[in-house]
């Protein structure tokens, strides 16, 4: 929660009350723009809400690679969505009818109006008055530092989920949950790699990614190859009516090893799994390259991106 910018519950809203509405308004600002605040403003532009995007960072959804963010905002800006990026809501003011956000994007100051605004700058662990401190269990930015099998610094104590780090997403924290108890029992088990961990945006168009971006993949020094693939060059993406999208793939140039792969599009989120698999196999092009997938689907997609990073891409 932001200082000045508290949520009341009846005009500046967090999720829980941006879920279960008591009316649609007509107007609704979304201050924030990663999965939580790209999703509420996809779903209330569905359902004829005038929707406007507050985002701090120079792209939406932060997270994503940065190509894919650019798909995604011209698709939710042809939607209607109107959005504003490097931009900060310094103020919100409260009246009768709604809100009023006063808005910098570091060069010209404006105000905003809505019935409505959901704050969605961030999620953090909840771990406050649990007597943490008094017990000497390690914290990190809000977060209780573990060590991968969900064990503290603190002999007997354990944390997953939210409270255990970032990404706080549902799936991280189930799979947490197993390595965790699996731990306590004495099996032998696998530290969660974080890296390997796939992220959905539930939105329209829908949004998945596993692995590095392009800009992290460089930032840490790799020599890579890039492959990519349009929805508009697959046959089932045109007989769904779905031709706008990307499949993105990322390669270690000297090894082959795929780092990363980023989706824009129809039912992205069913198909990234597949990756997600690929990397935990550490599968390289080549596999990738001579498994058969089949026809008609999304997910030839997948194979032709792999084969574009290395020139031998068929139907582009």
Not at 34 to 60: H, K, L
Not at 97 to 103: D, E, L, P, Q, R
Request: glycine content about 12%; hydrophobic content about 40%; overall charge negative.
């Amino acid at each position: 929660m932001l200082p000045g910018i508290e949520p009341d519950g009846k005009q500046i809203w967090t999720y829980f009350e941006a879920m279960v509405p008591p009316a649609m308004p007509k107007s609704l600002i979304v201050m924030g723009s990663g999965a939580i605040g790209i999703e509420f403003a996809s779903f209330y532009r569905t359902m004829g809400v005038d929707v406007t995007v507050v985002e701090v960072m120079p792209q939406i959804l932060p997270v994503e690679d940065a190509e894919i963010a650019g798909i995604a905002r011209k698709r939710f800006e042809k939607q209607g969505i109107k959005i504003f990026t490097n931009t900060k809501v310094t103020k919100v003011e409260k009246g009768p009818n709604g809100v009023s956000a006063t808005i910098d994007d570091g060069k010209t100051i404006q105000t905003i109006q809505a019935e409505r605004l959901i704050s969605a700058v961030g999620v953090v662990g909840n771990i406050e008055n649990l007597g943490l401190e008094k017990l000497g269990v390690k914290t990190d930015r809000g977060t209780i530092v573990t060590d991968g099998l969900g064990r503290t610094n603190v002999p007997g104590i354990y944390a997953i989920g939210d409270v255990a780090g970032p990404p706080m997403l549902a799936h991280k924290a189930e799979h947490e949950g197993v390595i965790c108890v699996e731990t306590i029992k004495g099996l032998h088990t696998h530290a969660m790699d974080k890296g390997k961990i796939p992220g959905c945006t539930y939105c329209q168009p829908q949004i998945a990614s596993v692995g590095l971006t392009e800009a992290k993949a460089k930032e840490q020094g790799y020599d890579i190859r890039v492959g990519r693939f349009p929805f508009v060059g697959n046959g089932k993406a045109i007989a769904l009516g779905e031709p706008d999208g990307m499949v993105k793939t990322i390669f270690d140039k000297k090894t082959g090893q795929l780092l990363g792969a980023h989706m824009v599009g129809a039912e992205v989120t069913e198909l990234i799994q597949g990756f997600v698999i690929a990397m935990n196999l550490e599968t390289t092009e080549e596999e990738l390259i001579h498994a058969v997938f089949p026809h008609p689907t999304l997910s030839e997609m997948m194979h032709e991106s792999v084969m574009d990073a290395y020139g031998r891409a068929i139907h582009i």
